[in-house]
């Protein structure tokens, strides 16, 4: 090869570097110009990254947002929702079949109580009962016939107290046969039972049962005691410098046993003096029904002191990052690359006071009650704007 062909050869050769040089660097600067910047304060999701995170938007709304006053205290039922049963004139126990706990009804038979006295008084009864049928019609024919001056004054006297003495022991009688359970009416000489059926005044659940079979009671024993827990009230307890803090008609929110689960109450009655401990006693009718609430259970409330109803989110729809809160706010729709994907901003606010799940915020410029916010899934979008993870795009 001539010294002329092999600097031809590389001339060409070096043509065909440069040329190749040249056009990937066009390339990269095309790549580069494809490539979308977004600002500082957007993400942008596909559908299938909103599913994942779980996004729902919502509105500012109004909400009534006050102090909160944490209270603790007892659940408890009204006097006429309790009962005590006891026997009043004792005996022995014949027959029962409940267990505390169980519901029983108004007027359902709790046990069968077996005294001889029983039998006396229905005796006396109708013995009673028998001679104030003589006595009334002796009575009528004694004022008949001193009407016709055929009996004195003194005749017709002593007859009326007896029939009055008669009619005073039936009465006195018919309130005994009432208090033991047996209905005067409709006792006879054919149905006088040593036995009777001790039944419920209320209808409500057994709190305690202290019968077993054979065992004697007297009148002072407590057979039963029945609660109704359909109508409930809280006992609060609260400190007198919070005395100014509770009137009639505030809301109450209360919780058992560490549940997460929400109940419900209003203040009917406020104390009207102070304990010896320095503090005073709040009542609260509960409005919901719940099985899990029992008289005695230990309860922490939250006393709404005031109504303010104030610009409001969801508590979870505010994300802190660096010592500021944002929250993100819907901004379009658009297709990237036959893709459809949705725009979110990311705009810092002001926080305001809490409570019931739902923050108070300072709306910024251009921020309004029909904006879309973000009230579930924020702390995805910020995880995707922070480190740009699975969800980033």
């Known amino acids: 090869m001539t010294k002329f062909n092999y600097i031809r050869i590389l001339i060409f050769s070096g043509l065909i570097i440069c040329s190749s040089s040249c056009n990937k ?3 990269t600067v095309e790549v580069t110009k494809a490539l979308e910047v977004l600002p500082e304060n957007i993400v942008e999701l596909r559908e299938d990254q909103i599913k994942l995170a779980n996004i729902e938007l919502g509105t500012i709304e109004l909400h009534s947002l006050g102090n909160i006053l944490k209270v603790n205290g007892l659940i408890s039922v009204a006097p006429q929702n309790m009962a005590t049963v006891c026997m009043p004139l004792g005996g022995f126990i014949k027959n029962t079949t409940l267990l505390p706990g169980n519901v029983v009804s108004k007027g359902q038979t709790l046990a069968v109580i077996e005294n001889q006295d029983f039998v006396d008084i229905q005796q006396s009864y109708l013995e009673a009962k028998n001679k104030l049928i003589f006595a009334e019609a002796d009575y009528n024919r004694h004022n008949d016939l001193y009407k016709n001056d055929v009996y004195s004054e003194q005749n017709v006297q002593q007859v009326t107290v007896e029939y ?4 005073a022991m039936v009465k006195s009688l018919e309130q005994k046969l009432l208090l033991i359970g047996i209905n005067p009416g409709q006792l006879r000489e054919d149905n006088i039972s040593s036995s009777v059926n001790l039944v419920s005044p209320i209808t409500g659940f057994l709190k305690a049962v202290n019968i077993n079979m054979g065992k004697y009671v007297s009148p002072t024993d407590v057979l039963f005691e029945i609660v109704n827990s359909d109508k409930l009230f809280l ?7 919070d005395a100014d803090k509770v009137v009639t008609g505030q809301k109450v929110k209360f919780f058992i046993n560490n549940e997460t689960e929400e109940h419900q109450a209003q203040i009917t009655q406020t104390g009207k003096s102070v304990s010896n401990d320095r503090t005073f006693r709040v009542y609260a009718s509960v409005n919901s029904s719940c099985k899990n609430l029992l008289p005695g259970m230990y309860v922490q409330a939250l006393i709404e002191q005031f109504d ?11 994300v802190s990052f660096d010592d500021k809160d944002y929250i993100f706010v819907y901004e379009k729709e658009k297709v990237e690359a036959g893709q459809p994907f949705t725009e979110y901003k990311m705009i810092e606010i002001k926080k305001g006071t809490s409570g019931s799940g739902f923050t108070e915020i300072n709306l910024p410029g251009g921020l309004n009650g029909s904006s879309r916010v973000v009230i579930k899934g924020a702390y995805s979008l910020l995880s995707a704007k922070k480190n740009a993870g699975e969800m980033a795009c």
Not at 164 to 167: G, I, S, V
Not at 308 to 318: E, G, M, Q, R, T
Request: hydrophobic residues 35%; proline residues 4%.
């Open 25 to 27: 660097g066009s390339r």
């Open 164 to 167: 009055k003495n008669l009619k």
């Open 235 to 241: 006992e609060l307890t609260l400190f007198e410098k």
């Open 308 to 318: 303010n109803k104030v610009s409001a989110l969801p508590s979870d729809a505010i």
